[in-house]
């Protein structure tokens, strides 16, 4: 079982960065999927981007030329570098791990960006 712990969030004006970091527990990290997801208030929590095994990456829409997705096998951790960054992007961040079919959350992280 991993644990996972984020950090990196703030409040930054739109048009800002923020640079997202996921620090996992464990020996395992590069065979685990990673993914960052967000849920604002009253919305569902919704994917934003993940990196394979591999380094493959994949990223919704909203996020496509903004946000970078990446990870650090060494060092465990998975990051979010957020560029341009838009009120609509306020929500709160998680990192999660998949193993095989086992899904593991962090806590999350808070994003707020003023207009």
């Known amino acids: 079982q991993v644990q996972l712990v984020e950090s990196g969030g703030g409040l930054v004006q739109a048009g800002g960065s923020l640079r997202l970091s996921c620090a996992a527990s464990g020996s395992t990290f590069r065979a685990y999927i990673m993914g960052w997801y967000r849920q604002a208030p009253g919305n569902q929590r919704e994917l934003v981007a993940t990196v394979g095994t591999t380094g493959t990456t994949t990223y919704a829409d909203s996020v496509k030329g903004r946000f970078t997705i990446s990870r650090d096998n060494s060092k465990a951790t998975v990051y979010l570098q957020m560029n341009g960054l838009k009120p609509e992007d306020t929500a709160r961040y998680y990192c999660?791990?998949?193993?095989?079919?086992?899904?593991?959350w962090g806590q999350g992280t808070q994003v707020t960006v003023s207009s």
């Open positions: 999660k791990g998949r193993f095989y079919s086992s899904d593991y």
